[in-house]
């Protein structure tokens, strides 16, 4: 398949290159050029995204925000000027749900398909092959993607209309937030108590208070091992999304926003590069104790 | 062994049927009087629970609340004036731990050992004899104590010194409290967007997002069943305990308290009796919208 590339950073740069090794034809263009292994592989470099769009049949977008994809796909020199009916636009940066819908209206009215496939799993998921990726858009559609998705990602799930792929990632991101709050909440409290918190998480971990986020993170709080991991910069930019997508759709989120307020506090002492298990230190910082556990 | 026990109540009752069912002696007391179905057993049944004190070796508690506990075992007619020394008091209410901590060491001062042994898993754990033990207090005296634990229960954990065993149940609820917030916030939050809950929900059960949680309790959002299950009455009994707690030793639980006040707002509702997976109503009256999944 002709596919093209457009944001070839930290996540696109490995995520093209599962493309290249599956065989198919790969049409780059990042703002800080295509990266010199990708070009080795075989990878063509383009001057513009409109360039991608006039020699691809499938468009992928990896770029940091909502106003990048603004930019990149209806810009000048951006992928609506290269687009010819019948091509499909599939973004998989994370971004506003409200905005990814007007943007999917506008590729549909050039005669084009458009899905929103944003994903989780970091740069390790992203060079293993194993993101997990959201998707919304129309159902033949997707299926004409998932072979690519395929070589991208592991879980790849088709959960609605356009929209729907970005509005899952936000979900996700607030529950992951929201997670990490909970175990660091009941992990300085415990710890302040008196009580172990290493044994404490093992007790909890057969029951109702299990999570992924039990698991991974509190291990991460105890050990004090805050490399990341995601960084808690990025999670205050998931965040900031979801709460102005909340306000957009008129839904209260009170705990995704003392969650937002608890990174920042993290942010303000140094953290913003930190893991974002490391939001147990705002908890810390208030409670003037550190969750260690016993030798 | 001869065992005492004092609260026979929706919780105490099915327990104190497990250990007469393994062949242990029962002397039992209770505000309402003992159940004939214990006596029918062979439970014994005494007049106040200084006598069962004097008849047993390993008195257990099970009441609703802190004082409840105060009030059992060092009011009048009460356990500590039956004790002789070497016997064992074991507390397996949802209580204070800070208070715990000043009863064993009155228990422990009349030369009898005390273990704090909170439970979750509700009254189907109680009947099927699978409950979760979290247990404060010596080692030695956890050993001695838990062939009778494990007729009650099967995830058994000694987690530390006394206060240890109802400071693991207070992180619990917090974590299973902040848990079904995040679930609440992520679903509230993506229903409104457009996307189909239910869907949603399917998309994240694979990565970080998961949690016992969002496999049971967002189910019961999703399909409307709020009957208990956990009644939000009792779980706001637990957030009291840990706000309380939290404050004598100084440590901030900022969502915890929002999922208490959120759990007020669906009890003034109406709601105190459903089950507490039922905060979600809290959100879906803020944001005039309820998580209903497509047909």
Redesign the interface.
Known sequence: MKVGFIGLGIMGAPMAGQLIAAGHTLYGQSRSGVPQALLDAGATACDTAADVARNADVIITMVPDTPDVAKVLFGEGGVAEGLSAGKIVVDMSSIA??ETKEFAKKINDLGCQYLDAPV??GEVGAKAGTL?I?V?GPEATFETVKPLFEKMGK?I?L???N??GQ??K???Q??????I???S??????S?????PA??R???M?????????E?HAERMLKRTFNPGFRIALHQKDLAL?LA??KQ????????A??QQ?FSAVAANGGAGLDHSALVKA?EL????TVTPEA
Chains 1, 2 share one sequence.
């Open positions: 749900p409200v989780s799993g997990t959201m919304g879980n799930t959960v609605g209309e929209g729907a509005t899952t936000v979900a996700n607030i529950i992951v937030a929201l997670n709050l909970a175990v909440e009941a992990l300085v409290f415990a302040k108590a008196g009580a172990d044994k404490v093992q007790a909890l057969g029951g109702f208070a299990n999570s992924k986020i039990l991974v979801a997508s909340a759709l008129e839904v209260a989120l009170p705990s995704t003392i969650a608890l908890l208030q409670a003037a104790h």
